[in-house]
């Protein structure tokens, strides 16, 4: 078994830029064995080793830095071992930028056939066709060196954030896990990130915070949050957590979220972000706004002349109106999606962008409250429907 | 009602570049008011105003010069008054060079609805809600002078091509039509081309060639072939029918088809072609290659990591393996069909393209004869099953 790495070891350089008086916020750079991420960073999501419907040239144009691969799914299917056969999953799916990958925990413990979950790892089930498999800690560490993404994460135990005994006995658990994780690391490329959990109590994130920062990891996640609790919770450990983490380190908030979301945690000291919303609502016929959401099903953009967002630079908003995206949507058509995505992630990686500006300009505050004046918040109900939706998935129900 | 144009009114110009000795092949260009397609060209389809997966930019970077719209599917959804409101099919697809339409009649004729059918129209119910349309010539010339295609073409009768008796008399309403067409036809910066019927007859073939060539139209398509005869006799009634036609106009074969068919068809003198075959093999997991198809669900290249053709110059031989792609297919990610229909729009344009220069440099009939001997079609039981398939559709079956 190897010593844990120094300091000095990290492949991963966090140049912090800019640090606010009146607000958390913060600017910097991640330096990553594929280049650059300025932060903050809007990581969209990848899953089967694909942004869905999206090509590498696209994610490129559309200026991504970093993606996000999923290992549970890349584990399953095609197999960590013919990815790394193939080159890794850079060269496989022909993206030369930045990969991070989570450890699969959070699908694993979101499964509805978890089978048997002790110290030593957990089993579970395949939901492509049934087949038993085990995670340790050690191998999903393993199979992230094989996949061989700049960020790997460290297994960890996603208990219903409002459930205090499973939190309290997950938490063990959790750090015995990171620490085994960290051990079993090696890949000199790839950094390695912790995971603070302890759902919506300050007391349990503040120990996992202590016991995690005592190890020495690349950079921390905030884990466990936006899966079910309700969003003034959300912010709240993000409060009480964010300044028990190193200055000098990367901050990553796992599964974040909408643009309101980006704002807010952005503002109380998150670096990284990663989400599904932007391509998930491509598939639901929504597009982002800086009004909201749009749902171009809507029989009222059927002759509707104009682009989803005037003034928009992406490629889907200099080309194509309302009416014709909607005609593609109806019709079923997959370039209607495409095209639907492409705006999407665009306009959370602009987004970020402009964040970023702002806060370097120095006018972050005017920013965020003229965005959140503007900008109307999906219906609160269906949100809560969502995020319940995670809760009981991750109560096994 | 307006008076029939005459030659020079014609909004397409095509120069005969080459002509054969040996073959009937000839080299051409057709002047469109979106730009120049050389011939022989293959036209891919877009049925629903969009070549299925892919961008406009994708299919300029694929060098494609002219697509086909479906007249019957844009009228259905989401309307031609809608599309003309938008500026017209061009505009409203966001595609620059020519369109080309068909008149709907195959897909009419095709429909297991069809409910009147009479010397004035044809009445049928829609595949999408089952309401009640009526087609008449003036009418899918009208929606298509609304469309704004660069070529339309006339409605015609498509009979089973076996059925002599039928033939016969479908050729009088198609000839009665093709005159009413004519006659409607207004649009000034739109051709209009005619179609020979006749099933596999060739007297029915002489006697359609000599009507509709006594009418002034643009080019002449060849229909009612490659819809469930045997091969043969679509290849004799080709060579009787070609010498029939016009040497100064275009010469198209609708729906056809395979690379086997376009160097045969190419070879008994057809200058234009189009075929669903490219878009519907890749949504099936297939591809084009110089020995064949291949399958890329197949297990045997699970590992693989060579691109679907050595040597082929297109985004997805160039970025991706074979056990990339078949990964994305086997996980039912878009992006697959994407990648995979790029290179079969590719391989198909390629392939004329290469022709063109066979025929220019005088080697074509080398290079047929080296490209069949290397080229293994598709199954002919599946190819039998497939034509066997459209033939019931078009006898109502």
Known sequence: MQEPRTLNDSPLQFDLLWEGQDTRARVGIIHTPHGDVSTPAFCPVGTQATVKTLSPRELVELDARMILGNTYHLYLRPGADIIARLGGLHRFMGWERAILTDSGGFQVFSLQGLRKLDDEGVTFRSHIDGSEHRFTPELVIEIQEK???????????????????????????????????????????QALFGIVQGGIFEDLRAESARVLTGMDFDGYAIGGLSVGEPKEDMLRILEHTVPLLPREKPRY???????????????????LFDCVLPTRLARNGAVLTPTGRLNLRNARYKEDPTPIQEGCRCYTCQHFSR???????????????????IHNVHFMLQLTRDIRRALLEGHFGEFKAAFLANYRPADPLAREKNLQARRRLLRGE
């Open 147 to 189: 996949l061989g993404s700049d960020i790997a994460m460290v297994l960890d135990e996603c208990p219903d954030p409002l459930d205090y005994d499973y939190n309290r006995e997950a938490l063990r658990r959790t750090h015995l896990w990171a620490e085994r994780c960290l051990r079993a690391h090696s890949r000199a490329d």
């Open 323 to 341: 009416a014709y995206l909607r005609h593609l949507i109806i019709s079923k058509e997959t370039l209607g999606i495409r095209l639907t995505t």
């Open 253 to 271: 908030l796992m599964g974040v979220g909408s643009p309101e979301d980006l704002l807010e945690c952005i503002d109380r000291g998150i670096d």
